[in-house]
């Protein structure tokens, strides 16, 4: 016989997080021989991957004007991101440095992008060389930064963590390629990690696992749902795990990160897990 508890938003213990919660049982319960399992859990999948907490939100690019090499430093809003939603805050950093144009049939022209190839499983930067004077038909914006003296490409260059969402390596930079007045195009150099979350780690406290570590690991929730939409886990078999005897007045579950160990920093706080509690099985 499994008999079952429910955590809910009510037992959230952090809600900056929403990661941790606390079940007090109505009685101090003695366990022996006894072990728990996930039957459930339902969560929204809203958790940033371009957040401080993982240190990922920058990258810079470099353009020129007359012979002058200029840095501009790019910041993401905290976030749940698409590389298409990347693309988006490049091109909208480009719109406020004055660095684009506008062709003749309204549209504007930027100098670098992010796009997914699916077929080699990449992130591509591809970048466009930027023309030394207006070309026909084209106007320019009351911002524009300026030409320079000969055609150049915008120089992408990563920074450390923001690297391995798009799967570069954190050193990777386009490169400028004065007068060469050619397209560049670049594959990630490594499979890129657009989720470093990708699997939610289920802790509970009172578990031992004497095969884990950590030992209080009871499950691993990996969404299979796009950003915002609800996951749920219901597990064909249950795989429970011993609870270590002795008396206990509450349990603690974490929903950890599953390369920090700490826990998740979930936007959304509907979440509703089910445990099983039963007697050890022999087998």
Do not use: C, H
């Not at 490169?175 to 890129?192: C, D, E, I, R, V």
Request: charged share 15%; hydrophobic share 35%; no cysteine.
């Amino acid at each position: 016989m499994v008999n079952t508890i429910i955590l809910k938003s009510s037992n959230i213990t952090d809600t900056t997080k929403n990661s941790t919660f606390e079940y007090n049982f109505p009685n101090s319960m003695n366990f022996k021989d006894m072990e728990l399992g996930l039957i459930s859990a339902s969560l929204y999948y809203t958790w940033f991957n371009i957040s401080d907490e993982l240190g990922n939100r920058t990258f810079s690019y470099q353009y020129v004007v007359g012979t002058n090499t200029i840095t501009r430093n790019v910041t993401l809003d905290e976030g749940l991101y698409e590389i298409s939603d990347i693309n988006s805050a490049l091109q909208f950093d480009f719109i406020s440095a004055g660095l684009y144009l506008v062709n003749a049939d309204g549209d504007n022209v930027y100098y670098a992008e992010f796009i997914i190839n699916t077929v080699k499983n990449s992130v591509d930067i591809n970048t466009f060389a930027v023309p030394t004077s207006l070309p026909s038909g084209f106007t320019q914006p009351s911002n524009w930064v300026g030409y320079a003296n000969t055609t150049y490409n915008v120089n992408i260059q990563l920074a450390s963590n923001f690297n391995n969402i798009i799967g570069y390596d954190s050193t990777f930079e386009t490169g400028l390629n004065s007068g060469n007045n050619t397209t560049l195009s670049f594959n990630s150099t490594k499979a890129p990690n657009v989720n470093p979350n990708s699997s939610v780690l289920v802790e509970v406290n009172i578990v031992d696992n004497p095969f884990g570590n950590p030992s209080s690991i009871i499950y691993a929730i990996v969404p299979n749902v796009g950003l915002g939409s609800l996951i749920y886990v219901s597990p064909p078999e249950y795989a429970f795990i011993p609870i270590k005897n002795g008396t206990y007045q509450s349990l603690r579950l974490r929903l950890l990160n599953k390369d920090t160990l700490e826990p998740l920093t979930i936007q959304d706080g509907q979440i509703t897990i089910l445990l099983g509690i039963r007697k050890q099985t022999n087998y």
